[in-house]
Nanobody
Framework: QVQLMESGGGLVQPGGSLRLSCSAS????????LGWYRQAPGKQRELVGT???????IYADSIEGRFTISRDNAKNTMSLQMDNLKPEDTAVYYC????????WGQGTQVTVSS
């Protein structure tokens, strides 16, 4: 069974950048669509963006061109490059593999604060 693990979270000042990574173990990403979600305190989990196996990406309107999702199918890794971070980006970020057996990582905390 595939397991996902995120890394790279932390504390960053407004306007700063952070890069999150997601790696798969026990299997591969395969042809599945992958995505990043986030959940802020007291709010529902929301979609940040998705990427297909052929690298087509879609982003939530709230991202406003500040984030970039990429994936390496050979290495079974996915990244989320976050630039010009805002305090409202503070959340736990999760990677997700869509499919008949949806898979989630455990999440990584991103805090944007001065």
């Amino acid at each position: 069974q595939v397991q996902l693990m995120e890394s790279g979270g932390g504390l960053v000042q407004p306007g700063g950048s952070l890069r999150l990574s997601c790696s798969a173990s026990g299997g591969t990403f395969g042809i599945n669509v992958l995505g990043w979600y986030r959940q802020a305190p007291g709010k529902q989990r929301e979609l940040v963006g998705t990427i297909t196996r052929d690298y087509t990406t879609i982003y939530a309107d709230s991202i406003e061109g500040r984030f970039t999702i990429s994936r390496d199918n050979a290495k079974n890794t996915m990244s989320l490059q976050m630039d010009n971070l805002k305090p409202e980006d503070t959340a736990v970020y999760y990677c997700h593999r869509f499919g008949t057996i949806p898979t989630w990582g455990q999440g990584t905390q991103v805090t944007v604060s001065s």
